[in-house]
């Protein structure tokens, strides 16, 4: 149950990074995308790399369930199931993201 509380954490802190992002404070990104992107483009990339990180948070919070699901059902399949969905959604959250970033910035350095 402990080795579920970190990960579980983790997924909110992400989400929660995320909503932050999508209201158009994109503080929390790295000085280079703060000073490349345009002030009339902060929003709509605020929003995709938002959406990026929400669904990254949400696939660890989805892998999370899953593995709980295993360890007290012991149905070895969740483990498979829930490692499926966590890098299907880091696959898609990145992409989300690396397109914001090739879009407004023209490249992610």
């Not at 995320?18 to 490349?36: A, C, D, E, P, V």
């Not at 499926?84 to 690396?98: D, E, I, R, T």
Request: aromatic share 12%; net charge positive.
């Amino acid at each position: 149950m402990d080795s579920l509380i970190i990960p579980a954490v983790l997924g909110i802190v992400i989400i929660f990074l995320g909503i932050t992002n999508m209201k158009g404070n994109i503080s929390t990104l790295h000085r280079y995308h703060r000073y490349r992107v345009s002030e009339e483009d902060r929003l709509p990339f605020g929003r995709l790399v938002g959406a990026g990180t929400i669904i990254v948070g949400v696939s660890l919070l989805l892998r999370t369930g899953f593995q709980f699901a295993e360890d007290y059902m012991n149905l070895p399949v969740m483990n498979t199931i829930g490692n499926v969905v966590l890098g299907a959604g880091l696959a898609a959250g990145f992409g989300v993201m690396f397109y914001a970033m090739f879009k407004y910035n023209k490249g992610i350095f």
